[in-house]
């Protein structure tokens, strides 16, 4: 999966579970202070991406901003390949 | 199916209340906090009444409400996490008290599906023994099991019980229909409270200590958002029914939050999910029989109506039964 449909995928999930617009989330943006997010919003970013890619991710991994999250996805599906 | 009808319904909580601002003086919160993640503004904490306590003062409310007299009773489950003793049972010393003479009584550890886990015990018994009247209840005094110092788990929790007086009536439109019970002891060490420590060596002579509650937030939140779903659409199934025929889903009060992806995973609306996680948090194997007494109260619960009850918790286990009420 290329980084770009990686992006959009975490896009539409983050969009969804903090009710904000996709054209607000920008790979800089920290999830927890531009987006208002808590730490339930990211298990919940976290498992509908674990769902939707079938990979595995700890919450507790340093993701900060959306980049991080990305970047996160890339390396755990490369890992399953 | 099993004809079996919830005669009547009861609960009690100890007076004293504690509200998230009385946590922040305790520990490094703040109601803010708490409420945005939880749900929970208030809780009510025991001082000087143990699990057997609140569950006595549930079942003298049952057989006042009922008019059964206690010598009817057949059976008596108590459903908790937090008992008075190792031995006896909880179930014991509520039988003892409320002089049931002729009611066998056990307690069933399933934490926040114990509920759930004795009404479906409850039917087996009901069902292949012939028991006619049964007691249930779910009681806990997890304030004696929590470390006060820990702000992750310790603003999420309160004390209560409340029970259901059960009876196998054959001609009654009310009836038991199909449930899903699982447990995954794979996960156990996801949330765990109350451990014992073998001697290390014999003759030992340090004092007995006991684990306080420990949560794997993260792991217990993923597991009941997948879970429960699926607990409650395999239930639904064996029911023989479908998701929009459920009138209420009484959804063990751990999080709102929680209660919400369920809702969202279901595709049902979130009005068929009520909640009072708001002045009671999490009272473990009581919340669901609180709830469902509270509605029963309120006349939001009327007969004929179905409704899925659904604990989840500590084993880890999960447990759904359907009900027309």
Known sequence: MTEEKIF???????????????????????????????????????????????????????????????EYVKKQLAAKE | MAAIKIITSSHYLPKHQVSNDDLSHLMDTSDEWIKTRTGIEHRRISEGENTSDLCTAVAVE??????????????????TMSPDYYTPATAAIVQGKIKAKQAVAFDLSAACSGFIYSLVVAQSFMGNMNYRRVMIIGGEVLSKVINWHDRTSAVLFGDGAAGVLLENEQDSTSSFLGNHLQTFGDLAASLQAGKTLPLASFPAYSPHNYGAF??????????????????????????????????????????????????KRLQQPLEKFPMNIAAYGNTSAASVPILLDELIDKKKIERGQILALTGFGGGLTVGTQIIKY
């Open chain 2, 62 to 79: 049952l057989l006042k409400k009922s008019g059964w007299s206690p010598e009817s009773i057949d059976l008596i489950i108590v459903a």
């Open chain 2, 214 to 263: 420990e949560m794997a937030g993260r792991d217990v939140y993923t597991f009941a958002t997948h879970r429960v779903p699926e607990s409650i659409i395999a239930a639904v199934k064996k029911s023989n029914l479908q998701l929009n025929q459920v009138d209420w889903f009484i959804v063990h009060q751990a999080n709102s939050r929680i209660i919400k992806q369920i809702a």
């Open chain 1, 8 to 70: 959009n995928k975490v896009k539409k999930i983050v969009a969804e579970q903090l009710d904000v617009d996709q054209d607000k989330i920008k790979l800089e943006a920290d999830i927890k202070d531009d987006l208002d997010a808590d730490s339930l919003d990211v298990f919940e970013i976290m498992n509908e991406l674990e769902d939707d890619l079938d990979i595995k991710l700890e919450a507790d991994e340093n993701v900060k901003t959306i980049k991080d999250v990305v």
